[in-house]
């Protein structure tokens, strides 16, 4: 059995199917991704997973433990990480890691190497509130709060989610060493660009997994025919290629269109010369390697 069991679990909100009959195993010292946007189910999922929250339906169980039965011994092995900052900001950076090391019954320099490498950069601010701290620096605290008591299993919910560029990358690097240290990772994501990080990662639409897999045999199962279209007034490009005969699916990701093609007939140069005629400028068409985010379209479609 792997760290984590999940068996068939739903939760429902009235109406709404939060989670459906969600299945899967993620194995210990595994860095464990759930990709997918917002009301997809990751927070509910994590919720459950760290005992804060009872299923309907299914079970799961963390280190064998299970979430229902075994909630006390769940809650002494494992870290949680959620995605709004929940510590206290009238409590200064010090007094908040002081405390939940208490709650736990141990000391901030019994564990502080587990915590260091993202400690240290905090500790010139030890006696800031932490309300006063910046996006990263919030962030620090937070999974240095999270693994203070030496969890083996650790629960991230969109950790990176609104912090700058640099923080995020600096996050993952460091979950890359605390991978190293054999603590099992969960974390879920929006981001599909921090996907490819993880050893294994779930597509997550609806409360359902689409796809479980390495990002690699995800990004190798795409096996449309995928092009990007750049041109002016790209609003204007996307109902136009919507609507064009022989393209399956056309999304917007940044200053490009992501288009499938079913015409096997109709070629890159073929596309360019038919929309420059209908007086687009700037154009160009070429074809491209599928990413994870292509993949989640296509599987959501």
Known sequence: ????????????????????????????????????????????????????????????????????????????QVGYMPGRFSLYQDMTVEENLSFFATLFGTTVRENYDLVKDIYQPLEKFKTRRAGKLSGGMKQKLALSCALIHKPSVLFLDEPTTGVDPVSRKD???????????????????????????????????????????????????????LWAVHADKLSTLLSELRAFEGINSCFSFGDTLHITVSNEQLLPATLKSILENKGHTDVDVYPIQATIEDCYMLLAK
């Open 1 to 76: 059995m792997g760290a984590i069991s999940v068996n068939k679990l739903s939760k429902s909100y009235g109406n709404i199917r939060a989670l459906q009959e969600i299945s899967f195993e993620v194995q210990t010292g595994e860095l464990f991704g759930i990709i997918g946007p917002d009301g997809a189910g990751k927070t509910t999922l994590f919720r459950i997973l760290t005992t804060l929250m009872l299923p309907e339906e299914g079970t799961a169980t963390v280190n064998g433990l299970d979430v229902v039965k075994d909630y006390k011994e769940i809650r002494r």
């Open 171 to 225: 996050f993952w690097e460091m979950l890359g060493r605390l991978k190293k240290q054999g603590i099992t990772i969960v974390v879920s994501t929006p981001y599909m660009d921090e996907a490819v990080l993880c050893d294994r990662i779930g597509l997550i639409r609806e409360g359902q997994f689409m796809s479980i897999a390495t990002p690699e045999e995800i990004i190798n199962s795409y096996h449309e025919m």
